[in-house]
């Protein structure tokens, strides 16, 4: 016997779900009415489109960044999906939240230990799959990031278009308010490192190899292009360490005179910077 499927039935399968208004119809029309394998149903919709949406790009959607109410933990995660349509969605956004709460909570050390916490029930995993058939479109956490610092500082810039994790030395007041300006700076100027002992050698050696060869085409001498590019690289260390780098919202200090002067000894000690895509 075939069970009528009243409005009020799809509307609470599709509060419970987020599945449009069809998809929620067809679903308990196909399970006579039973909501639990009209949920199942809706999953396995969902597992088939990601599937088959496996190889799209999901340059777009949000970060989150979050510390613990103590200030020494912080987490940013990115949940990507294929269009800024999306990203722009309140309840995409708020899926987000969702997952880098629980992050944060549980402060798991890889993205694969974070898809298999548990959210409302289920692993995050599992809901990944189920915001993919809902929404029609792949999502991913697709980056995920964490630290921890005596104080730990989070910024998220531009829409939930980036996220910055900022650690510093000291946890007081006016650390966690310069904090907030540094992040700020690190989301903007990009660093490559929090000062030149942070460089990468690779990179180092790369510098010092092109300050060589600008030097030459330039027509010093070769006696001196050691020289020359090492002053190149000092220039490259000033404007690419963040310690070093000038404070964008005062360019006659540093960032370290800037720290230094909010709270004297403190210094930044790390950061993640996190972006789209």
Do not use: W
């Amino acid at each position: 016997m075939s069970v009528k499927i009243t409005a009020k039935m799809v509307k609470q399968l599709r509060d419970k779900t987020g599945a449009g208004m069809m998809d929620c119809k067809k679903a308990l029309v196909e399970a006579n009415g039973d909501f639990d394998t009209a949920i199942a149903n809706l999953r396995k919709k969902g597992q088939k489109l990601s599937d088959k949406r496996a190889d799209r790009a999901t340059n777009e959607g949000v970060v989150i960044a979050l510390t613990s109410e103590d200030g020494k933990r912080g987490v940013a995660v990115n949940v990507g999906c294929e269009t800024d349509f999306v990203a722009k969605n309140e309840d995409f956004v708020a899926f987000a939240k969702k997952v880098a709460e629980t992050a944060l909570a549980n402060f798991p050390a890889t993205t694969e230990e974070l898809l298999a916490l548990e959210l409302e029930g289920k692993a995050i995993s599992e809901h990944v799959i189920e915001q993919t058939g809902v929404i029609g479109e792949k999502i991913a956490v697709a980056k995920y990031e964490t630290l921890e610092a005596e104080l730990v500082v989070p910024y998220i810039h531009m829409g939930y278009k980036m996220g910055v994790l900022l650690a510093l030395s000291e946890n007081n007041e006016a650390a966690v308010e310069a904090g907030k300006n540094v992040a700020m700076q690190v989301a903007a100027m990009n660093p490559v490192a929090v000062d030149k002992d942070g460089v990468d050698a690779s990179v180092v050696e790369r510098e010092i190899e092109i300050g060589k060869e600008q030097a030459r085409n330039d027509g010093r001498p070769e006696a001196i292009l050691e020289k020359i590019a090492m002053g190149k690289l000092n220039k490259f260390y000033k404007e690419n360490t963040l310690m070093n780098q000038q404070y964008v919202k005062d360019n006659k200090q540093s960032v370290k005179d800037y720290l230094n002067a909010a709270s004297k000894g403190l210094i930044a000690t790390a950061f993640k910077r996190v972006t789209l895509g």
